[in-house]
């Protein structure tokens, strides 16, 4: 019987908000088993892009990244946000190592090529995750606390989707691991309506979500966090649920099927 590992994704509404992050990194420190935390962080790099004067370009929700601001999130996400997560989960006395994709070859990818014309910059679409050399890091005790960055083997350090991340590195370690995936955000769940917080939809299967995301009931940021929940499961995840950075504790939220 394999042992039991959650894997928890923090977006960046809630690394920015210290009181919130608090509370999650001590419910995630009491969370059974191995566990691995990865994060997002980008209010945080539009904040500081902001103060050094670099301008932050989306689409579609989607970070540009140029040389410049390749920097910016490279400082936020793989020191600031990553070296205080993981010292602050010391102080909850779990044994934490921040890492990024370079780091030990975790995680690779390839520059997004241009989609529709638009040029992401440096963002990365993931390659390959070596589940084998992040449980390295699991049995040796400690728990990787795992930056959105990745690399492409060539030198170059990449910006990517943290949700993607989660989703990655939960697919690389189902063959050795009883893995939860758990998607903690700002909201109880996936909602069948936007203005109502309690609107949760208990469970979603891949029918119900090209049903949901075809009339419209889920749309935006939401469906590649679905998308890769669902890419999660058909990999082999044992259960994977989106829900607020309150109640990671699995019992609440959307489970997706």
Known sequence: MKEKLTIVKVGGAIVEDEAQLTQ?????????????????GGRRATKIATQLGIETKM?????????????????????LVNKHVVAMLQAQSVDAVG???ADGDIIRSVKRPLKNGIDYGFVGDV????????????????????????HDGQGDILNTNAD??????????????????IFSFEKKGVLSNPEDDESVIPVITRADFEHYRDD???????????ENALAAVDAGVSQVIITLATAIDGQHGTVIK
């Open 127 to 150: 390659k390959k995750a070596d589940g084998e050399k992040i449980a390295h890091f699991i049995e040796a005790g400690l728990v990787p606390v795992i930056a959105p960055l990745t």
């Open 216 to 226: 419209g009931t889920i749309s935006g940021g939401m469906l590649p966090k679905i």
């Open 59 to 79: 689409v579609d929700g989607r970070r540009i990244t140029d040389a410049q601001m390749l920097e910016v999130v490279t400082m936020v996400y793989g020191g």
């Open 24 to 40: 999650l990194l001590k419910d995630f420190s009491a969370i059974d088993g191995h566990k691995v935390l990865v994060h997002g």
């Open 99 to 101: 890492l990024t994709g």
């Open 164 to 181: 993607t991340m989660a989703s990655e590195t939960a697919k690389a370690l189902a063959g050795l691991y009883d893995v939860t995936l």
